[in-house]
């Protein structure tokens, strides 16, 4: 069993503020997240998932080996990928077809890659 991801950060309170706005997770009531902190751990709604960002001293130097790809649980791929871009993603790859396939590559504001893909209604519709 996974206990939890981790990510390597330079900051980890202003990482896990801005993966909390991403995901809709939350930080522990009795264990808060606070600027400075070292490590900062986040919370899916119902526990199951959790998200680890500890500091260390180095930048992000190359490709993400891994990475998260998102499926937006309201609206489109379109409207969450505006959504991800306000609250301070940037696009790293446009990988949208004609069609409407495809996804579109962002990094957080410390450069992790992540993917927005299409919305289940949008694959659904296209079938």
Not at 102 to 117: K, M, Q, R, S, T
């Amino acid at each position: 069993m996974v206990s939890h991801t981790t990510f390597d950060a330079r900051d980890a309170y202003a990482q896990s503020v801005f993966w909390c706005r991403v995901l809709g997770f939350a930080e522990h009531p009795d264990d808060q997240n606070r600027p400075g902190h070292e490590e900062c751990m986040i919370f899916s709604p119902d526990g199951c998932q959790r998200l680890l960002f500890i500091e260390v001293p180095e930048d992000k130097q190359v490709k993400n080996r891994i990475h998260l790809d998102l499926v937006p649980t309201e609206g489109t791929r379109d409207e969450e990928l505006a959504r991800l871009l306000e609250i301070g993603a940037r696009t790293v790859e446009d990988l949208r077809s004609p069609d409407g396939s495809g996804w579109v590559v962002l990094a957080d504001p410390e450069g992790n890659e992540f993917c927005i893909l299409r919305s289940e209604a949008e694959r659904s519709a296209s079938r």
